[in-house]
C-alpha cells in the first residue's frame, strides 16, 4: 500500500498533467483539492502538499495541510536552509545516508517518530507512540546523548523537560510547530488567570479553590509551568476524565486549555450540561462572558482546537453508513462534539490503534483521526476494511515539516560533533512544568 506522501505525489502528478490539457484553466492556488473527489481518485487538501519542505521554510505560515488557513504566531520558530547536499539527494541516497548514520551513532542517539509522522519517516524511529508516550521514552533511556523528536515543537519541549540535564533533545525542522499550542499564549493565559480570579472573587467558605488550571499535553512548557505554580495539572486524550475528576476534587471549576473539544466532550461524558461550559476567547474582555457566566460555570474552555480533527463531520459519518451498512466509527476527542456523539467510539491514539489490532477479520472501521495514522493502520490490517472518515487527504501541516532529507542533515551534524536544532527549556519554566506532569502521573482513576 501507498504512504501518504506517495499519494499526495501521485494526486498532484494527476493534477499537473491535467492542467496541461487544451481548453483547460491552469491550476488555482493551493487552497482547493488536488483532484475532484467525483473522479475516485485520491484528493488532497493542498497543492503544495506535493512540494518540498524547505521551498515551503521560506514562506509565513504553518505550510500546506489542515492548519494552512490557522494564523501563525509572529514569534514562531523557522528553519534556516538546509545544504543543497540534503535538498538535491535522491530518496535513495536519503535512505543510504540515515541508515549508515544511524548505524554509527547506535545507542547514544534515538529517533522518536509520532503516530502521525509520515511512513518515510518512522521507518527509522527506535520508538513509537503519542507525544507523552515519546516524552516518557525519553525519560528513560539515559544512555542516550541526544533524541531526534520526529514530531512537533511542544512535543520535543516535554521531552527536553523529561530527559536528562546531559541530555540534547533536537527538533529536525524548526518550522514544525502546532497551531494549537499556538492558540494559547502564555501571556494570554496570565491575562485570563487574572481576569478570572477578579471575576471569581475570594474563595467561599470552601476549601476548595475557585478555579484549577488543566492544559492539554499540546501546549508549550510555558503554559504546563504555568499550571505547576498555580495547583493545576496536564493531561492527555487518554486520562483527561481522570484529571478533570482530580481537579474538581480540589477546585470549584476547572479553565481548560488550549482545545476547547477534548475539555468539552470530556466533561459531558461527566454529565456536566453544556451551559455550564462557557467559551473563553482571549481577544474578549472576561473571555466574551459575564461575571456570572463564569461564576456559575463548571468548565471554561479556550477558544482552541486542532485544525485536523476539527475537519471531521457529522455528515462524513453518515456517510460512511450509507455506504458502509455496519460500519463501526472510531474518532479522536479532539473532534467536534456532534462528531463524538454520532461515532461509535472515541478516544485517544492508543484507544483506535488498540480497537483496530482487536477488530475481527473482515470488519469495516471508519476513522476519525490524522491520515498517516490511518494508512498505516489499513497496512497493518490488510484483513479489516479501514478508511479516514475524511475523503481529503488533508494531514498535519506541522508534522509533515519533518522529510528524510532533514533527519539525514540532523544525524550527520550529530556525526560532525555538532548538535542543531536543540530543544531547551529553561529550568525554571522545566521544575514547575514537572509539577504538573507529575500530578498527572499520580492521578489515578
Known sequence: MSSVHELIRGAAAREAAGSERPGRPASAPHRRPIA???????????????????????????G???????????TAPRQGPLPERYTRASDEQLDEWITAAKAELGDRVRILGHFYQRDEIVKYADFVG??????????????????????????????????GPDQSVILPNLAAGCSMA????????????????????????????????????????????????????????????????????????VVFFPDQHLGRNTAKAMGIPEELMPLWRPHLALGGNTAEQLRDSKVILWNGFCSVHKRFTVAQIEQARADYPGVRVIVHPECPAPVVEAAD????????????????????????????LV??????????????????????STM?????????????????GQVPNQISVSESVAGDSRIALERMLAAKP
Not at 64 to 74: L, N, Q, R, T, Y
Not at 376 to 391: A, K, S, V
Request: with cysteine; proline share 6%; hydrophobic share 40%.
Open 400 to 416: 509533515y515539516r519533518i522529510h528524510p532529507a532533514y533527519l539525514a542533515w540532523t544525524l550527520e551534524s550529530l556525526l560532525a
Open 182 to 253: 499556538d492558540m494559547a499564549t502564555i501571556e494570554q493565559v496570565e491575562a485570563c488567570w487574572n481576569e478570572l480570579t477578579a471575576a471569581l472573587g475570594p474563595a467561599a467558605e470552601s476549601d476548595l479553590q475557585p478555579v484549577i488550571p488543566v492544559t492539554y499535553m499540546n501546549s508549550s512548557a510555558a503554559i504546563k509551568a504555568f499550571c505547576g505554580r498555580n495547583g493545576g495539572i496536564v493531561c492527555t486524550s487518554s486520562n483527561a476524565r481522570t484529571v478533570l475528576e482530580w481537579a474538581f476534587e480540589r477546585g470549584q471549576r
Open 375 to 396: 494508512n498505516r493502520l489499513q497496512q497493518q490490517r490488510p484483513d479489516l476494511t479501514i478508511f479516514c472518515l475524511d475523503p481529503v487527504v488533508c494531514p498535519c
Open 36 to 62: 475532484l473527489r467525483t473522479t475516485g481518485k485520491v484528493s488532497a487538501c493542498d497543492t503544495e502538499l506535493a512540494s518540498d519542505p524547505w521551498a515551503i521554510d521560506t514562506k509565513p505560515g504553518y
Open 130 to 163: 503519542d507525544s507523552f508516550m515519546l516524552a516518557q521514552a525519553a525519560k528513560q533511556h539515559p544512555e542516550a546523548e541526544s533524541f531526534v523528536f520526529c514530531g512537533v515543537h511542544f512535543m520535543a519541549e516535554t521531552a527536553d523537560i523529561l530527559s
Open 64 to 74: 500546506p495541510g489542515a492548519s494552512v488557513e490557522d494564523v501563525i504566531p509572529g
Open 345 to 372: 467510539g472515541a478516544g485517544s491514539t492508543e484507544y483506535i490503534r488498540k480497537e483496530v489490532e482487536a477488530a475481527e477479520p473482515g470488519t469495516v472501521l471508519a476513522i476519525g483521526t490524522e491520515i498517516n
